[in-house]
């Protein structure tokens, strides 16, 4: 078996590439290509270490910081974290942050309820602080610039947070999801050691590569071409251009900041928009975890394609 024979330990980034990326996660751990370091990684490095030396304040910093967690599950399988930063279990709640990086951010409630790297690594605080009622789950977004050199933590920059609590009762069934991925692991590994790609036409590859290139050549060109139309009718006052080859015309894309007590009204009773976007992203949190136990109603297979960077 791949775990534990092979790997004796599952991390809460493997548990997450399983469901989220799985030929990521085939050409990790089954194939065992390593990943190079990206930029974001090496933010990453930078900041936690200057949240230790006490360079950068951190909004959630706890009592244990950067601690290996190892939870051994009943079929023997080791289940391995490091939390940035998390709490013990005082009146019945634990805690526990994850720190990110860059220069936007990308982060949403929405997100974070639904992200299973965090999920996992709740279910290793709860089991660590002795499965307490609650565990609170933050994200604390770093914002980042760069000073001519690298990326550094911008000077007095705001930090965004996302948090979503995770109940005792929820991470008691999450043991039983984390239990048959390691079977699903398991019964794909053989599948896997006996696969080969002898059918694979090279030509097909390398022909619909050489498309995909093509496709996004003609989309910068229709890009630049775009964008001076766009300086054309805008000069001219013009909204829409009819042409013998179809209607050009000026689009519009708005963008709001709404206050979180702005009132939602549903059926019969009312909340504020805090409120309706915190039973939004439980509710998205609640069909992703579904989907984790349930079998499809349907399963449709396709081929897709990443283009291999080009080094520079």
Same mark, same amino acid.
């Given at each position: 078996?791949?775990?534990?024979?092979?790997?004796?330990?599952?991390?809460?980034?493997?548990?997450?590439?399983?469901?989220?990326?799985?030929?990521?996660?085939?050409?990790?751990?089954?194939?065992?290509?390593?990943?190079?370091?990206?930029?974001?990684?090496?933010?990453?490095?930078?900041?936690?270490?200057?949240?230790?030396?006490?360079?950068?304040?951190?909004?959630?910093?706890?009592?244990?910081?950067?601690?290996?967690?190892?939870?051994?599950?009943?079929?023997?399988?080791?289940?391995?974290?490091?939390?940035?930063?998390?709490?013990?279990?005082?009146?019945?709640?634990?805690?526990?942050?994850?720190?990110?990086?860059?220069?936007?951010?990308?982060?949403?409630?929405?997100?974070?309820?639904?992200?299973?790297?965090?999920?996992?690594?709740?279910?290793?605080?709860?089991?660590?602080?002795?499965?307490?009622?609650?565990?609170?789950?933050?994200?604390?977004?770093?914002?980042?610039?760069?000073?001519?050199?690298?990326?550094?933590?911008?000077?007095?920059?705001?930090?965004?947070?996302?948090?979503?609590?995770?109940?005792?009762?929820?991470?008691?069934?999450?043991?039983?999801?984390?239990?048959?991925?390691?079977?699903?692991?398991?019964?794909?590994?053989?599948?896997?050691?006996?696969?080969?790609? %002898?059918?694979?036409?090279?030509?097909?590859? $390398?022909?619909? #590569?050489?498309?995909?290139?093509? @496709? *996004?050549?003609? =989309?910068?060109?229709?890009?630049?071409?775009?964008?001076?139309?766009?300086?054309?009718?805008?000069?001219?006052?013009?909204?829409?251009?009819?042409?013998?080859?179809?209607?050009?015309?000026?689009?519009?894309?708005?963008?709001?900041?709404?206050?979180?007590?702005?009132?939602?009204?549903?059926?019969?009773? %009312?909340?504020?928009?805090?409120?309706?976007? $915190?039973?939004? #992203?439980?509710?998205?949190?609640? @069909? *992703?975890?579904? =989907?984790?136990?349930?079998?499809?109603?349907?399963?449709?297979?396709?081929?897709?394609?990443?283009?291999?960077?080009?080094?520079?």
């Amino acid at each position: 078996m791949f775990y534990p024979d092979i790997k004796p330990h599952i991390s809460p980034s493997a548990f997450a590439q399983w469901h989220r990326q799985r030929s990521a996660f085939i050409r990790s751990y089954f194939k065992g290509e390593k990943t190079p370091e990206t930029a974001a990684m090496r933010d990453g490095k930078k900041v936690h270490a200057l949240i230790e030396g006490g360079l950068l304040d951190a909004t959630h910093r706890f009592e244990h910081h950067e601690q290996e967690l190892v939870i051994e599950l009943p079929n023997q399988v080791k289940v391995l974290g490091y939390p940035d930063s998390y709490s013990t279990a005082k009146d019945g709640v634990a805690s526990f942050v994850d720190y990110k990086t860059g220069e936007e951010n990308h982060w949403t409630r929405e997100e974070l309820a639904s992200d299973l790297k965090m999920l996992c690594t709740a279910w290793l605080v709860w089991k660590t602080t002795g499965e307490p009622a609650l565990v609170n789950g933050y994200i604390e977004w770093i914002p980042m610039e760069w000073d001519g050199k690298e990326r550094v933590p911008v000077e007095d920059g705001e930090h965004k947070i996302f948090d979503v609590v995770y109940s005792s009762e929820s991470l008691m069934d999450f043991e039983k999801t984390l239990i048959r991925t390691i079977d699903e692991i398991n019964a794909e590994y053989p599948k896997f050691l006996e696969s080969t790609d %002898g059918f694979i036409s090279p030509e097909d590859c $390398a022909e619909y #590569a050489q498309l995909e290139l093509q @496709k *996004k050549e003609i =989309e910068e060109k229709q890009k630049a071409i775009k964008e001076r139309l766009q300086e054309q009718m805008q000069f001219g006052g013009v909204n829409t251009y009819q042409s013998d080859f179809g209607t050009f015309y000026i689009t519009e894309k708005k963008t709001y900041e709404y206050p979180t007590t702005l009132r939602v009204d549903y059926k019969d009773m %009312g909340l504020v928009l805090e409120d309706a976007e $915190a039973i939004s #992203a439980a509710a998205s949190a609640a @069909k *992703k975890n579904y =989907e984790l136990e349930a079998e499809p109603k349907s399963v449709t297979k396709s081929v897709g394609f990443r283009a291999k960077k080009e080094k520079k």
